[in-house]
């Protein structure tokens, strides 16, 4: 069964690493075959926004922000990795790893 994380990226400006984490999430999952879902919240608002389905599904949940996440009530209950938004940009994988290994505590 394929194991499921959910995260979030956010940058103080909201522009570029932002969406340079999203991405970097997205192709280090692809290539452990972990899914993912990424909310962005930039400039331009929320982005792919998160379901009460994804957080229910999720295993855990990836906070890769430089700044305080939107609506974060959502994830009451969660088990939380709260790293900065560059953290994924320099070694997605590891933090993919860290993120599973915190849902199997």
Known sequence: MKRKLIAVTACATGIAH????EKALRKAAKEMDVLIKVETQGATGIG???TEKDVQIGEAVIFATDTKVRDSERFDGKKILDINVSDPIKDAKKVIKDALALADK
């Open 18 to 21: 932002t969406y340079m984490a």
């Open 48 to 50: 792919n926004r998160l």
